[in-house]
């Protein structure tokens, strides 16, 4: 390799733990050596990144978190490879850092690994891994069987627990399905329903995905028992911990999901009475990415085939306000939900060309929290505008939807003392607005 490549590599190297590291750079720098779709894992649960923006982030959050904190670290290198191709290398180095605290000091100890690709004329970041050795008791039982022969007993004992809440969930949910189909003469008399069949149609549109991630995680986390069984049957306790994990984090979402379904049915019987849940401190970023995602592998799960591009641009200055946060949760969701069928159907008539966007953006302005839904989907005709959020009015194809959804949207936000509104291009696509008060 010439030495000037190899001198930018290991200068690209030191300007990464300048800023992860030493923070003697600023973040910015990460555009220049980081690739807009990094992959990466922390040292924590949480820390699993996707994109440059997740990467920034998440430093963001970690240097605020370390102010007034000193921390001083040593790197000291393992293995730096440079590949037979001289276009990729991998740095693997052990860290030391000791952070101090009221004249007190803590030693911890890291290991990071990181991928470089050299792609027009520089080294760009593709994925890192850092991760914490484990401290074993002894060398005699280094993989801690009989604690995992324990762990796997208190394992299966809260699977079964968890099992048989979701059957509860279930049989509630089913009950509450029985509890809608008994209030068609209410919904007729408010002329919130059209007919049973209407009703019916819509509850099954808007529970799908929460429904399709029940028994999709289900299936995987029965799964993962087996892989847990056949880890702990070849002495992989490491391996039976991490499947333990997955599943108890599959588990909780099997638990949220049922709850959502729960809470949709619920705000359907509830749409006829005007009314909302309780509101709570809730995380408008962390709402609307976790309904971004939900309703893209929603529609993921029915049409392989389908793909998007995926844009968030979350106002990282937002604090938490007091919504109903299933509610909010519902409407974002129902605005990406018609998002990606508008782009899936005009990527159906248009398929070379065309790649299907859908982009949510969150900003604070004055006292109140702007929620931003786009897509580049074919527009809503000029002529339709001023319909769109009337009960029952809908531009999709008889059978797919209910015209129930922008209606209750709509009555959710004028709930929260906000608003809805739409703007859109014929032909390009359209922008959905919410606007809620801090109330600050």
Not at 32 to 37: F, L, S, T
Not at 92 to 103: E, G, L, P
Not at 125 to 132: A, E, I, N
Not at 345 to 370: L, M
């Amino acid at each position: 390799m010439k030495m000037s490549k190899e001198r930018l590599l290991e200068e690209t190297y030191q300007k990464l733990l300048d800023v992860a590291f030493f923070n003697k750079q600023s973040i910015d720098v990460f555009d220049e050596i980081v690739a807009a779709d990094i992959v990466g894992y922390g040292t924590t649960v949480d820390e699993n990144i996707l994109s440059l923006p997740e990467l920034q982030r998440m430093m963001t959050h970690q240097r605020e978190q370390s102010k007034g904190i000193e921390i001083r670290w040593d790197v000291a290198p393992f293995k730096h490879r440079i590949a037979t191709d001289e276009n990729s290398a991998v740095f693997a180095d052990n860290i030391s850092f000791t952070v101090f605290v009221n004249n007190e000091s803590v030693e911890m100890k890291m290991r990071f690994s990181t991928v470089f690709e050299y792609v027009e004329d520089r080294w760009l970041l593709v994925h890192f891994h850092g991760s914490k050795p484990e401290n074993v008791e002894s060398e005699k039982d280094t993989f801690g069987i009989e604690e995992w022969k324990q762990q796997n007993e208190n394992l299966q004992r809260l699977v079964d627990q968890r099992t048989a809440e979701l059957k509860k969930q279930k049989e509630e949910l089913e009950h509450a399905l029985h509890e809608l189909r008994s209030t068609q003469t209410q919904l007729i008399q408010s002329e919130k329903m059209a007919s049973l069949g209407e009703l019916t149609a819509g509850i099954a549109h808007e529970i799908q995905n929460p429904l399709n991630f029940v028994n999709n995680f289900s299936e995987v986390s029965k799964e993962l028992l087996d892989e847990m069984k056949t880890a702990l049957e070849n002495g992989d306790a490491e391996e039976a911990k991490e499947i333990a994990e997955d599943i108890i984090q599959n588990l909780e979402k099997i638990n949220h999901h049922g709850k959502r379904a729960d809470a949709i049915v619920k705000g359907m019987l509830q749409h006829s009475r005007q009314t909302t849940g309780v509101k709570e401190p809730t995380d408008i970023n962390a709402l609307a990415d976790e309904y971004l995602r939900l309703s893209y592998h929603g529609l993921r799960a029915k049409d392989k085939s389908f793909n998007a591009t995926i844009k968030s641009d979350f106002d990282t200055s937002l604090e938490k306000i007091n919504v109903n946060p299933q509610d909010i949760g519902r409407v974002i969701l129902n605005l990406l939900t018609n998002a990606f069928y508008f782009v899936n159907e005009k990527k159906k008539q248009q398929p070379d060309g065309y790649e299907p966007t859908i982009s949510v953006q969150t900003k604070k302005i004055n006292n109140k929290v702007e929620i931003k839904v786009s897509d580049n989907g074919n527009g809503i005709p000029q002529k339709v505008l001023d319909k769109i959020f009337q009960p029952f009015f809908t531009t999709k194809p008889t059978g797919q939807g209910t015209g129930l959804g922008l209606s209750l949207s709509y009555d959710i936000i004028k709930a929260h003392d906000g608003e809805l509104k739409v703007e859109t291009k014929e032909g390009e696509g359209a922008t959905f607005i919410i606007r809620i008060p801090t109330n600050e």
